[in-house]
């Protein structure tokens, strides 16, 4: 099994940046990739970056490119969401996950969930 720990998370206002981290243990060796989903009340969970652990590609929804930047430091078993010009609407609870086939959205293809961190963003 891999366990997650997120943390970083806050109250932040509108335009303010952020950085999450994850720190992955255990079974490491078995990540091809991580990911970062966030969901807020009443709606469904949503992807907001992936990367690969390997090659480091990256990928990201439309929503939030150019703002949010998935990164990792593998030598600490750790990826980061660094988010930027935050807006109210994407304060939800964050959660990082990973995946033994892709850095995609599908959040069927992640295996391994951490418990989540609050961002919330006032205007």
């Known amino acids: 099994q891999v366990q997650l720990v997120e943390s970083g998370g806050g109250l932040m206002q509108a335009g303010g940046s952020l950085r999450l981290s994850c720190a992955a243990s255990?079974?490491?060796?078995?990540?091809?990739?991580m990911g970062w989903f966030r969901q807020a009340p009443g709606k469904e969970r949503e992807f907001v970056a992936g990367?690969?652990?390997?090659?480091?590609?990256?990928s990201y929804p439309v929503s939030v490119k150019g703002r949010f930047t998935i990164s990792r430091d593998n030598a600490k078993n750790t990826v980061f969401l660094h988010m930027n010009n935050l807006k109210p609407e994407d304060t939800a609870v964050y959660y990082c996950a990973t995946s033994r086939t892709t850095a995609s959205g599908d959040v069927n293809e992640y295996d391994y969930w951490g418990q989540g961190t609050q961002v919330t963003v006032s205007s």
């Open positions: 990367i690969t652990w390997g090659s480091g590609s990256t």
């Open positions: 255990g079974r490491t060796f078995s990540i091809y990739a």
